[in-house]
C-alpha cells in the first residue's frame, strides 16, 4: 500500500470507530449480557471485562492531566486518534480512559475507537513484536497522514511484560500473578507514565 492509499484507507477506518463514550455503552452492554466484546467469549474474559468496567469508571472519575500535557494537548493541530481496543483487556482499561481525557481537553483533536476483532487489517498493521497487543493508538493529521503511535501500555509496564516473557518458561510468572503485578504498578503509578510519554509525543 503507497502512501497515499495508505492515508486514504487510515481516514476510512477513523470515520468507522465510535466515541468514547459509545465504546463505555458497549462495554456495559457486554457485561449486562454476561459477555465481553470481539470475537473471543470465554467466561474468564468476561469476568476481566467485569473488573474492567470498574476501573474505567474509576479512572473516569479520577484522571487529573498534568499542566504541562494539557498546554500541549492545546497546541496541537487537528488530528485523529484511532484506539484499536476490546472490553476484556486490562490494558485497554487502564488507559484509554486517560487517552480520552486528553482528548477531551483537546478541541482540535477527534478519539475514535475501534474493535480489535473488527479490525484486524489495521491491527496487524500494528501489531507489538508481532503480537495484536491493544490498546494501540495511531494518531493521523487531517491528511491521514500518520503522525505517531503509542501502545500497548507505558514503557516500565511494557518492560515488566517482555523481561518476564524473556525469562526460561519455568520462570515465568503465572498470568493471574503477572497480571496482579501489573495492576499494582498502575495503581502506584496515578497514570504519570503514560501522560509523560503523550508530553514527550506531542512536542512539536
Not at 55 to 67: A, I
Not at 69 to 95: H, I, K, M, Y
Not at 158 to 176: D, T
Amino acid at each position: 500500500m503507497d502512501a497515499e492509499h495508505r492515508a486514504s484507507w487510515l481516514l476510512e477506518k477513523a470515520d468507522l470507530g465510535v466515541s468514547y463514550a459509545a465504546y463505555r455503552d458497549a462495554v456495559r452492554q457486554a457485561v449486562d449480557a454476561g459477555r465481553t466484546t470481539g470475537d473471543h467469549q470465554t467466561p474468564a474474559l468476561a469476568e476481566y471485562t467485569v473488573l474492567n468496567q470498574a476501573r474505567m469508571d474509576r479512572l473516569d472519575k479520577t484522571v487529573r492531566l498534568d499542566p504541562d500535557l494539557r498546554e500541549a494537548l492545546e497546541q496541537v493541530a487537528a488530528q485523529t486518534w484511532l484506539v484499536l481496543s476490546e472490553g476484556w483487556c486490562g490494558d485497554a482499561a487502564q488507559n484509554l480512559p486517560v487517552i480520552a481525557a486528553m482528548a477531551d481537553s483537546a478541541p482540535a483533536i477527534r478519539l475514535s475507537v475501534l474493535g480489535r476483532d473488527a479490525h484486524p487489517d489495521l491491527m496487524d498493521r500494528y501489531l507489538t513484536q508481532g503480537s495484536r497487543s491493544i490498546p494501540k493508538l495511531v494518531a493521523i493529521n487531517e491528511a491521514g497522514t500518520e503522525l505517531f503511535t503509542w501502545g500497548p501500555r507505558p514503557g516500565p509496564a511494557q518492560r515488566m511484560i517482555l523481561e518476564n516473557k524473556a525469562l526460561p518458561l519455568e520462570e515465568q510468572l503465572p498470568y493471574p500473578e503477572l497480571a496482579r503485578k501489573l495492576h499494582t504498578w498502575y495503581a502506584q503509578d496515578r497514570t504519570a507514565t503514560l501522560q509523560a510519554e503523550f508530553i514527550a509525543l506531542l512536542k512539536p
